[in-house]
């Protein structure tokens, strides 16, 4: 699927399509555009493997802020911790998703393939929301990165999600 930041887009967009399904005048929300400019034309995997807290630079309206720690390994590997619901006093503070995958460089695009979520534990809840991830048609995703420093790097994804990645 879904490169990191996308799999957060698409986490965000699954769970409101499926909390306002209902509404018969639903009006998806639109995401402001990121006007950053490419500097990055090639990039190496030892430029991106390492951890990353993550950040979204363009979050569509009103959203919830999330914590999404991302870390990249130099077998190809992917692990990513993402709190979606981070402030949600229904939720136990520490609920965290987990995604799981491959991911490649193509010049200055990261490709992640093979994604898999899973909830922080076996209950309901947790089980519904890694389902409902993880039956949806398993999309390769690109980024491109925009911006790269030996600390930071931005990234945005085909759904203009941009994204930044602090090294931890």
């Not at 130099?74 to 949600?88: L, Q, S």
């Amino acid at each position: 699927m879904f490169k990191s930041h996308t799999l957060v887009t698409f986490f965000r967009a699954t769970l409101a399509v499926l909390f306002l399904s209902g509404c018969s005048a639903f009006q998806p929300p639109t995401r402001p555009s990121y006007q950053g400019i490419d500097n990055v034309s090639v990039a190496t995997s030892e430029q991106v493997v390492g951890t990353w807290r993550v950040t979204e630079l363009n979050p569509f309206p009103q959203t919830t802020p999330q914590t999404t720690t991302i870390e990249y390994k130099a077998n190809g590997t992917v692990i990513g911790f993402v709190k979606p619901f981070e402030g949600d006093s229904e939720l136990p503070a520490d609920f965290t998703l987990t995604l799981t995958g491959d991911w490649t460089l193509d010049g200055d695009v990261v490709v992640h393939n093979n994604m898999i979520m899973t909830g922080p534990d076996d209950s309901d809840f947790s089980q519904l929301v890694a389902e409902t991830l993880n039956d949806q048609p398993k999309i390769e995703s690109r980024a491109n990165i925009l911006e790269m420093e030996p600390d930071r790097m931005i990234m945005i994804g085909r759904d203009g999600t941009a994204m930044e990645y602090r090294r931890q």
